[in-house]
């Protein structure tokens, strides 16, 4: 069993910075590619972006340029910067993890509000 525990959410005006942090936690297991979605009120879970074990990064076209995942294998936990956040990006942020056994584990989200 793996607990995956996101943090960083908060509320920020239009332009500023967040960085979320998602860290997992548990016993024998091993993470291969971890990732955030996103989802915003009264709309469906999308995908933001991914990291494999081994750095390869893809993100979402809304995403690219303003968020930054990134990885830290030896504390099992992933990142999102995000920077320039915008009202639309208002939404409930999750982590996930692809654990090498094909099982996926989420978090239960950091909300992240955009307003001024």
């Known amino acids: 069993q793996v607990q995956l525990v996101e943090s960083g959410g908060g509320v920020v005006q239009p332009g500023e910075s967040l960085r979320l942090s998602c860290t997992a936690s548990?016993?024998?297991?091993?993470?291969?590619?971890m990732g955030w979605y996103l989802q915003a009120p009264g709309k469906e879970r999308e995908w933001v972006g991914t990291?494999?074990?081994?750095?390869?990064?893809n993100y979402a076209d809304y995403v690219k340029g303003r968020f930054t995942i990134s990885r830290d294998n030896a504390k099992n936990a992933v990142y999102l910067q995000m920077n320039n956040l915008q009202p639309e990006d208002t939404a409930v942020y999750y982590c996930?993890?692809?654990?090498?056994?094909?099982?996926?584990?989420w978090g239960k989200g950091t909300l992240v509000t955009v307003s001024s």
């Open positions: 990291i494999t074990r081994g750095g390869t990064i």
């Open positions: 996930r993890a692809m654990l090498m056994s094909g099982i996926p584990s």
């Open positions: 548990g016993r024998g297991f091993t993470i291969n590619t």
